[in-house]
């Protein structure tokens, strides 16, 4: 699975847009890009993933460049129960079979009141 | 309310005991997994299982066991052989390739 790089911390006023960024110049054409957050001592919670096109749900918007080397996590109207670890990764769709979920190191985004 | 359900929350235990780690789902999902967190770091994976009765080690296994005698049920046994049992426990299912874990145990061992 390819590697992802995250700045290790950023912070976002509340009600504004939270712009995550994440670099993948390594991903392979089969590969998805996953986010998910953990609050703190809480269980990771799945957010979005896509292929190559643009994805929204009621959580969050992803943005994946063309060249699919980088991607952007959007919160459109952060709140302060965002405050949390954001970690993107990598990884190839195995349907039916072995899969393992790594992560980074994560950013940690603070939503300041 | 459908989900995974991890208990207790916290769990204390002295060193030299075994202790299980309770895992449930009613999602339905066949393959569930099993993570240590310590702090600072990323997931580690210890034990996954695909369908019941089948169960396959992860990265880090020595000193885990488990069972999965029913689809809804996962649970993790720390035993007495596990060096460093103190972390944050995760358990997960997958469905659709995507994995969904469960709010965690935090066992401290004393």
């Known amino acids: 699975d390819a590697k992802t790089t995250q700045p290790p911390s950023m912070d976002c006023a509340e009600g504004r847009a939270a712009n995550l960024p994440c670099n993948h110049s390594?991903?392979?054409?089969?590969?998805?890009v996953y986010w998910y957050r953990q609050i703190h001592s809480q269980g990771p919670q799945y957010i979005i993933h896509g292929l190559k096109n643009n994805e929204t749900n009621e959580m969050a918007s992803l943005i994946i460049t063309e060249d699919r080397k980088s991607s952007t996590l959007i919160l459109p109207h952060a709140t302060l129960r965002d405050t949390a670890v954001y970690y993107c990764?990598?990884?190839?769709?195995?349907?039916?079979?072995?899969?393992?979920?790594?992560f980074g190191t994560g950013t940690k985004l603070q939503v300041i009141p | 309310d459908g989900g995974i359900t991890q208990s207790p929350k916290y769990l204390f235990r002295k060193e030299g005991q075994n202790v299980t780690l309770s895992c449930e789902q009613n999602l339905n999902h066949d393959a569930m997994y099993w993570y240590r967190q310590d702090p600072g770091q990323g997931l580690r994976l210890i034990y996954y299982?695909?369908?019941?009765?089948?169960?396959q080690k992860g990265d880090i296994a020595e000193g885990y066991s488990v069972s999965r005698e029913k689809k809804e049920s996962f649970p993790l046994t720390v035993t007495s052989a596990q060096k460093n049992p103190t972390a944050f426990y995760l358990c997960?299912?997958?469905?659709?390739?995507?994995?969904?874990f469960g709010p965690g145990t935090r066992l401290t061992v004393l």
């Open positions: 390594t991903i392979s054409g089969n590969e998805y």
């Open positions: 990764i990598v990884r190839v769709s195995r349907s039916g079979g072995y899969q393992k979920v790594t």
């Open positions: 997960a299912t997958l469905w659709a390739d995507t994995q969904y």
């Open positions: 299982s695909q369908i019941v009765n089948d169960f």
